[in-house]
T-cell receptor
Framework: SQTIHQWPATLVQPVGSPLSLECTVEGTSNPNLYWYRQAAGRGLQLLFYSVGIGQISSEVPQNLSASRPQDRQFILSSKKLLLSDSGFYLC??????????????FGPGTRLTVT | QKEVEQDPGPLSVPEGAIVSLNCTYSNSAFQYFMWYRQYSRKGPELLMYTYSSGNKEDGRFTAQVDKSSKYISLFIRDSQPSDSATYLCAMSDPGYALNFGKGTSLLVTP
C-alpha cells in the first residue's frame, strides 16, 4: 500500500530564516505530487505540483519554491520566511486514473509558525 | 466568484442525526466530485468520489451530485461523535487540478 510522509510535523521559525519541508511517498511510481497551504478560513491553496522529476509548476507567485530531486521526493523551500508564510502545509500524491480522475491522497502535514 | 462554494459552518448536530453537507460550483466542465474528511491538525483523507451525476453510497455515507443545479451533497446517516471533523468537497475537470471548497466544520454531540 501507498504511504506518504512529511516532516517535520511542526516548525517554529523566525522571520527571514530559510525553510525546507520534505515529503516522500512509498509504494507507488511516478506519482503526481502537490504542495498545498491551508490557512484558517481560506481553505486549501495549491502552491506547486509536479508530474515528474525536475518538473515543477507554480500556481501562486510568492517567496516559496519547490523541487523534486527524486521520483518520490518533493521539497518545499524558502530563502527568507515572511509572517504570512505561517500555515499548515500539506503534501499530496496522486496517480492519474482512467478518464482523467485525479484522486489525491494527503500527508499528515507540517504546521509552520513564523514569528 | 469562487468556483466552489461551501458553507464553513460550524454545524452542530446530536448523535444519531442525519447530516447534510453541501457545495455549489460554477464550472459546468467539472466531472469528478470528491469528499474529504479532515480531523483537527491532520491531513485530509478521501472519503468517496463520484463521476458526473447520481448517487453513491458507502456505509453511512451517501454522495449525491446534481449537475443541472451545480450542487453536490454528502449525507451522513446515524452520525457519531467520531464523525466530528471538517468536510471538504473537491471537484475537477478531467485532467485538471482539483478545486477545493473551504470546508464545513461538523460537530456531533453525544
Amino acid at each position: 500500500s501507498q504511504t506518504i510522509h512529511q516532516w517535520p510535523a511542526t516548525l517554529v521559525q523566525p522571520v527571514g530564516s530559510p525553510l525546507s519541508l520534505e515529503c516522500t511517498v512509498e509504494g507507488t511510481s511516478n506519482p503526481n505530487l502537490y504542495w498545498y497551504r491551508q490557512a484558517a478560513g481560506r481553505g486549501l491553496q495549491l502552491l506547486f505540483y509536479s508530474v515528474g522529476i525536475g518538473q515543477i509548476s507554480s500556481e501562486v507567485p510568492q517567496n516559496l519554491s519547490a523541487s523534486r530531486p527524486q521520483d518520490r521526493q518533493f521539497i518545499l523551500s524558502s530563502k527568507k520566511l515572511l509572517l504570512s508564510d505561517s500555515g499548515f502545509y500539506l503534501c499530496a500524491w496522486s496517480v492519474l486514473l482512467a478518464g482523467g480522475v485525479d484522486e489525491q491522497y494527503f500527508g499528515p502535514g507540517t504546521r509552520l509558525t513564523v514569528t | 466568484q469562487k468556483e466552489v462554494e461551501q458553507d464553513p459552518g460550524p454545524l452542530s448536530v446530536p448523535e444519531g442525526a442525519i447530516v447534510s453537507l453541501n457545495c455549489t460550483y460554477s464550472n459546468s466542465a467539472f466531472q469528478y466530485f470528491m469528499w474529504y474528511r479532515q480531523y483537527s491538525r491532520k491531513g485530509p483523507e478521501l472519503l468517496m468520489y463520484t463521476y458526473s451525476s447520481g448517487n453513491k453510497e458507502d456505509g453511512r455515507f451517501t454522495a449525491q451530485v446534481d449537475k443541472s443545479s451545480k450542487y453536490i451533497s454528502l449525507f451522513i446517516r446515524d452520525s457519531q461523535p467520531s464523525d466530528s471533523a471538517t468536510y471538504l468537497c473537491a471537484m475537477s475537470d478531467p485532467g485538471y487540478a482539483l478545486n477545493f471548497g473551504k470546508g464545513t466544520s461538523l460537530l456531533v454531540t453525544p
